[in-house]
């Protein structure tokens, strides 16, 4: 309900997986009632979300740390740390290219993209191109 005059006041569009939370009848039914447009979302395409691209970076930065961690609060310790070293420029790019996926996922008729990302470690990665 916060976001909801946000959202009217600058004329967004919702994105969210399919999961099954999000498109239980409540959820549809109060973002009808609240006439919130969500943007269509093909099922088995979550390369196409911003977050899904930072949970990668994530997972790819915590097994090479030394030491690894060893317990529940040292991987939550470890997330938060890496979760900080992650660039602002790179979450920016990853947010202003949400509309570029969204019409060459378009044009694939909801089929498989490439793009690249480069990230801080210079790895090339398929996922976004800047």
Do not use: K
Not at 69 to 96: D, K
Not at 100 to 126: I, M, Q
Request: aromatic content about 6%; hydrophobic content about 40%; charged content about 20%.
């Amino acid at each position: 309900p916060i976001v909801v005059p946000f959202i009217h006041d600058h004329h967004l569009m919702l994105q969210h997986d399919n999961a099954r939370p999000h498109v239980a009848r409540i959820c549809t039914q109060f973002l009808e009632a609240e006439n919130i447009p969500v943007l269509a979302w093909p099922a088995y395409s979550p390369d196409m979300s911003p977050i899904e691209h930072v949970w990668d970076a994530l997972d790819r930065r915590i097994p090479p740390r030394v030491p690894v961690p060893a317990n529940i609060q040292q991987l939550r310790t470890a997330i938060e740390a890496e979760w900080t070293n992650i660039p602002q420029a790179t979450i920016n790019n990853l947010i202003n290219s949400t509309r570029r996926r969204c019409v060459v996922l378009r044009e694939a008729d909801g089929g498989h993209t490439s793009y690249w990302f480069l990230d801080p470690h210079n790895t090339v990665r398929l996922h976004i191109l800047e």
